[in-house]
């Protein structure tokens, strides 16, 4: 969190770019090359912020209104879609309180300051470490009911579903914690990148094998009908699945964790330090995550986008009704 007059963003452990962060990591001064950082207008934060506000909100609204979205499976994108919302509203919070210290309407000591800040980092860094989590819950729980499909209710049971997500979010929390309260040591770092890696892996393996089992099943079918243009159309179709799942997921992800692998690897050389400048970047893919996960994960079903459309309306209803009170009582 920035002092008044001072231009800082969240996870300012992470950010050696600046030098008036209250947690510095990296000695800025050691650049000798010159780079410029990708400059990222808070209202850019706060448009892309306010979206994924809306749209996860959106989705946590329909799953627990819908009792037929009440499954295990639902759970695990509803739990991305709280986790998402998290990373949003911290970093719309971290921008409001920018604004309210530049413009000296919010004025506040420092040491109270430091604690607001810390809480900030804590909140945005344990979800986003429940996003990824979930992120892998999600490819998990669709191999098991691809592989495992006559026994996919007896393995993943509301109970196991539920003690994963307690899990997830336990985990998150206290990873979130001990991150922003020992961030200048190496070994968190490596063990945050490690976590990262993991997932990667995770998720590259799992979505491979159902891809593969995806083509095998086509084969199958195309035999059987004797048109090998299904099997095209159904590998062509799955590609581009498997490549969008893992593509965003790495190019939005991908560039916040080598930040944190430069850190660790070279700290104070001239081409990492110009990497590090670009800070504020990383987060807006990170935001911009959140955006697009609501659209792979939820929107795509069809009972899901028929209850969001129920849920609009009965809001549009409501809100002429009050409309209409109003101009009944004037």
Not at 89 to 109: A, D, F
Not at 184 to 193: K, P, R, Y
Request: net charge positive.
């Amino acid at each position: 969190m920035p002092m008044p007059g001072q231009q800082k963003r969240l996870f300012n452990s992470l950010n050696s770019t600046s030098p008036d962060t209250l947690h510095q990591v990296v000695p800025t001064n050691q650049t000798h090359i010159p780079c410029h950082g990708f400059f990222v207008p808070n209202e850019l934060f706060l448009t892309l912020g306010l979206l994924s506000l809306v749209e996860n909100v959106m989705v946590v609204v329909a799953i627990i209104k819908n009792r037929n979205l009440h499954s295990p499976m639902y759970y695990f994108v509803c739990c991305l879609a709280l986790s998402d919302l998290l990373v949003s509203g911290s970093n719309l919070l971290e921008i409001l309180v920018v604004l309210l210290l530049e413009k000296r309407v919010l004025v506040m000591q420092a040491p109270t300051l430091q604690r607001l800040d810390n809480v900030i980092d804590v909140l945005i860094c344990g979800s986003m470490m429940s996003s990824i989590s979930f992120l892998g819950a999600i490819a998990v729980d669709r191999y098991i009911s691809i592989f495992y499909a006559l026994r996919y209710h007896s393995i993943v049971t509301p109970c196991r579903a539920q003690g994963v997500l307690v899990g997830i979010w336990v985990s998150s929390a206290l990873s979130g914690t001990l991150f922003i309260s020992y961030y200048n040591h190496v070994a968190v770092l490596l063990c945050l990148i490690g976590f990262f890696l993991s997932m990667l892996g995770l998720m590259v393996v799992l979505y491979i094998h159902m891809f593969i089992q995806a083509c095998q099943h086509a084969r199958r079918i195309a035999r059987l009908h004797k048109r090998h243009t299904i099997h095209q159309l159904s590998i062509l179709k799955g590609a581009v699945t498997l490549t969008i799942l893992l593509g965003i997921f790495f190019l939005c992800w991908a560039p916040f964790f080598l930040h944190l692998t430069l850190l660790v690897l070279c700290p104070k050389h001239p081409t990492c330090s110009c990497y590090f400048q670009n800070f504020n970047l990383f987060l807006i893919l990170i935001i911009c995550n959140a955006i697009i996960d609501p659209l792979i994960y939820a929107f795509r079903s069809q009972e899901l986008r028929k209850t969001l459309k129920e849920v609009i309306l009965c809001s549009c209803i409501f809100r002429r009704q009050l409309v209409i009170g109003w101009d009944e009582d004037e």
